[in-house]
């Protein structure tokens, strides 16, 4: 054993910095180490409480020294973990060292679930090196496909300037409102990018920018790697399209038939809990989706160890109002509630679940548009026993609410509306709202007035 603590935070993203801090601060002379393989760790920045659930605030990435002179006993150890020993309470590290601990928690996070492996063409971006090798790959780039439909996906059709753009989407509907995003910016050509869910193309928008938008509806069927002679000797068909005249490094087919040529591949199709160095000769009980199953006080089904953000997944029974997503707003919420709960047995205090797992809120902007996403807002696992109300006002807000048996269960507000905590209240209050119909968004009736 090299050094023992009482406390063992692994990994330096927003939920194991959430939790090393809480920890830190309730015990002040406690001797408390946190593991993360770089020398930069994210941090919080301008939190702002927006109401009972709803909270914002910015990320940045700074150096660790940031905590060390705001805790004398906060150790950070530069490695990452080799292997955990979950029934001796010690780990080991790839630099060798052998750890101890009382009281552990894993935040080790989440790495990009790439469509297909091993591929050096197929870049995820997760973190800080990803994203730079991004950047460097683009700098060179003429074109680039993007597959997803996610935060990352909306992010990169936005901004990715000077070169061509292809989007492949499976569901434009799938998890966040690309189909409100698109309405609010259809023909407004000061946007970087005015996508259409009718046309496969559009026109070159300012800004010396030439975006193709690919919304492909029925999947991929094959990738074809290497170069242009491959593809003239596997293909001989009709479904060359003449666009990939040309060499290009990788290809992509679409079950459409169609194929196109571009420098890399960008795939934003999710990610996957990053457990790998913590599940050999341990006993942890995994959930559907290979996150480390946590229950209500955060513990996993190891004795002392526990685990937050994007690495576990919520075993308890959920509120009908929330869902797990890996966000950074969880991350920060799961931090947070894993340090009280370490606290609160160390102290052998009882503690419930935190007020923000009661309804699922995010807020974030794309296309410099605030968008606000409350409870069920696509209507996730309610069949079709439910209804929509949406407005719509070109150029400046869409708001789109999900009801079921007549209460509001779900809301997606993209602009600024200011409606978010009355909405918020009316999911949380469920006041049946049968009486209203569609009158519950008339731009005549002030709703946050109404029903303050």
């Known amino acids: 054993m090299t050094e023992s603590y009482k406390f063992v935070v692994v990994g330096g993203g927003i939920a194991g910095v959430t939790c090393v801090e809480q920890l830190a601060s309730q015990f002040p002379s406690a001797h408390i180490a946190l593991i993360t393989p770089g020398p930069h760790i994210k941090t919080v920045t301008n939190y702002k409480q927006v ?9 940045e990435e ?4 940031v905590l060390e002179e705001k805790y004398s006993n906060l150790k950070f150890l530069q490695s990452a973990v080799k ?16 750890y101890g601990y009382e009281m552990l928690c894993i935040c080790s996070g989440a790495r990009p679930k790439l469509f297909i492996d091993d591929n050096p063409y197929v870049l995820g971006i997760r973190d800080t090196d990803s994203a730079q090798e991004f950047q460097k790959r683009l700098s060179k780039a003429k074109r680039i496909v993007v597959v997803g439909n996610g935060g990352i996906a909306l992010e990169l ?29 259809k023909n407004q050509r000061e946007a970087h990018l005015t996508p259409s869910l009718q046309r496969e193309t559009i026109d070159k928008p300012p800004l010396q920018q030439s975006m193709v938008v690919l919304l492909a509806q029925t999947g991929m069927k094959e990738l074809i790697y290497k170069a242009l002679n491959r593809l003239r000797d596997t293909t001989n068909s009709s479904d060359l399209n003449p666009e990939t ?3 290009w490094p990788v290809y992509i087919k679409l079950s459409n038939g169609k194929i196109y ?22 006993n942890f009980a995994l959930a559907s989706d290979c996150g480390l199953q946590v229950n209500d006080q955060m513990r996993t089904s190891e004795p002392d160890v526990y685990a937050a953000g994007d690495v576990c997944t919520a075993g308890w029974k959920h509120s009908p109002q929330w869902q797990q997503m890996r966000l950074w707003t969880q991350a920060r919420q799961m931090g947070w509630h894993a340090g009280r709960c370490m606290a609160a047995h160390v102290l052998s205090e009882p503690i419930e679940l935190d007020f923000c797992f009661e309804l699922f809120s995010h807020i974030t902007k794309f296309f410099s548009y605030k968008v606000v996403l ?11 026993n439910h209804e ?10 869409y708001i789109k609410v999900v009801l079921s048996g007549g209460r509001m269960v779900g809301a997606v507000l993209i602009g600024d509306t200011d409606l978010e905590e009355t909405f918020e209240n009316l999911i949380l209050n469920q006041m049946d709202l049968t009486s209203y119909g569609e009158d519950l968004l008339n731009p005549d009736i002030d709703i946050e007035d109404y029903f303050d």
């Open 157 to 185: 059709v936005h901004e990715v300037g000077g070169c061509e753009v292809i989007w492949r989407q499976k569901k434009p509907t799938n998890l966040f409102p690309v189909r409100g995003l698109v309405t609010q910016l």
């Open 62 to 65: 700074r150096p660790f020294t």
């Open 51 to 59: 109401s009972r659930t709803m909270e914002e605030f910015g990320v």
């Open 374 to 384: 409350l409870g069920k807002y696509n209507a996730q696992g309610l069949g079709p």
């Open 83 to 98: 292997t955990l020993h979950a029934k001796s309470h010690c780990l080991e590290t790839t630099d060798g060292k052998v």
């Open 388 to 397: 929509l109300v949406v407005r719509c006002t070109k150029g400046r807000e």
């Open 245 to 247: 005249v040309g060499s």
């Open 261 to 282: 040529g571009c420098d890399f591949i960008v795939s934003a199709t999710g990610v996957e809990p990053n457990t790998e160095p913590f599940l050999h000769g341990n």
